[in-house]
Nanobody, 124 residues
Framework: VQLQASGGGLVQAGGSLRLSCAAS????????MGWFRQRPGKEREFVAG????????HYGDFVKGRFTISRDNAKNTVYVQMFSLKPEDTAVYYC??????????????????WGQGTLVTVSS
């Protein structure tokens, strides 16, 4: 599976962005898909994740209803819609894929494939 993230950019605080992650590979629909972010000087942290069916969705604690993850298996694409962005959301955002084994979806080590990252900058 190869992943290509896009949609990052510069936005003012309170604004919105939608990130996309296009996947190649025949087995995309079987993978659990996650979004992570890495803020300057911080460790990579879990943003959101979604099962292949979309039936189970998880968010990082900091999201607090501001982000929505979704996927379109027909388009081999996963999205994260981000609302009410804050300057502290400034980070490189990565999409990742893992086989649906275990429950440690929040752990970046458990992911098998990573996209290249897309930079989100939120100005105050």
């Amino acid at each position: 599976v190869q992943l290509q993230a896009s949609g990052g950019g510069l936005v003012q605080a309170g604004g919105s962005l939608r990130l996309s992650c296009a996947a190649s590979g025949r087995t995309f629909s079987s993978y659990f898909m996650g979004w992570f972010r890495q803020r300057p000087g911080k460790e990579r942290e879990f943003v959101a994740g979604i099962t292949w069916s979309g039936g189970n969705i998880h968010y990082g604690d900091f999201v607090k209803g501001r982000f929505t993850i979704s996927r379109d298996n027909a388009k081999n694409t996963v999205y994260v819609q981000m609302f009410s962005l804050k300057p502290e959301d400034t980070a490189v955002y990565y999409c990742a894929a893992r086989r649906p084994l275990g429950n440690d979806y929040y752990n970046p080590v458990s992911y098998d494939y990573w996209g290249q990252g897309t930079l989100v900058t939120v100005s105050s």
